[in-house]
């Protein structure tokens, strides 16, 4: 697997999280992303991880922002989530790991992450070069 650049979004904190620096062991570049996040998309990273771990925070009211990024999401929770079924079927997709989360399975997430993102882009290119290809015999 290619590094990536992962925006962890997440309650703002002090310092790196324990999920951070996991994703960096493994051997991807992590950015959190920028405190007020919440009001507009956070520009950067390949592929969004979402840390619902904290109890404390109300995320639901995110769920339009994230259902519309054309990055894929991994959502990290310790239990099921509203906001996971309100992104369900994001175009982008949607991983969610929950429990007790091991490198193997973040390495899995990740994986598929990238492979959606390639095909994405891939479907794009085809879609910029048809458009292309049409204007062409105008």
Do not use: N
Request: net charge neutral; hydrophobic share 40%; glycine share 10%.
């Amino acid at each position: 697997m290619q590094p990536m650049e992962i925006l962890v979004l997440g309650p703002d904190g002090s310092g790196p999280t324990d999920l951070e620096e996991t994703l960096t062991r493994l051997g991807h570049d992590v950015v959190r992303a920028a405190e007020g996040w919440q009001l507009s998309p956070p520009p950067g990273g390949d592929t969004l991880v979402l840390d619902l771990r904290d109890g404390d925070h109300d995320w639901r009211r995110l769920a339009d922002l994230l259902r519309q990024d054309e990055r894929p999401l991994v959502i990290v929770a310790d239990q099921p989530r509203r906001l996971m079924w309100a992104l369900t079927g994001r175009p982008a997709g949607l991983m969610v790991l929950t429990g007790a989360e091991s490198d193997g399975s973040y390495r899995v997430a990740l994986r598929v992450c990238q492979a959606l993102r390639a095909s994405r882009q891939e479907r794009s290119r085809r879609k910029g070069f048809s458009l292309a290809s049409g204007m062409a015999t105008l």
